[in-house]
């Protein structure tokens, strides 16, 4: 059994910051990699920010430059943090976690900017 949750979503203003957690936690032995998706209203999911567990990150190109993402490999924790937030930025994030050939997926987090 694997769990993965995410936390730290809700409102925020454009221009301004927010910080997304996330632990796994269970079977998590060889991660190979975490990430960051995010799903807007009407839109497929996407990829926002990837992180092997090496610590080499790769980023959409509408959010480099803005986001910034970290693991721990010791609590089996990913975060991204959100800068200079814009209106697009709103969806829902949602972690995913690669063991092996399989990826696992937390229940996702709310993300609303407004100006």
């Known amino acids: 059994q694997v769990q993965v949750v995410e936390s730290g979503g809700g409102l925020a203003q454009v221009g301004g910051s927010k910080r997304l957690s996330c632990a796994a936690s269970g079977s998590v032995h060889s991660i190979n990699a975490m990430g960051w998706y995010r799903q807007a209203p009407g839109k497929q999911r996407e990829p926002v920010a990837t992180?092997?567990?090496?610590?080499?990150?790769a980023y959409a190109d509408s959010v480099k430059g803005r986001f910034t993402t970290s693991i721990d490999n010791v609590k089996n924790t990913v975060d991204l943090q959100m800068n200079s937030l814009k209106p697009e930025d709103t969806a829902v994030y949602y972690c995913n976690l690669g063991i092996g050939g399989a990826n696992y997926w937390g229940q996702g987090t709310q993300v609303t900017v407004s100006s």
């Open positions: 992180i092997t567990k090496g610590g080499t990150a």
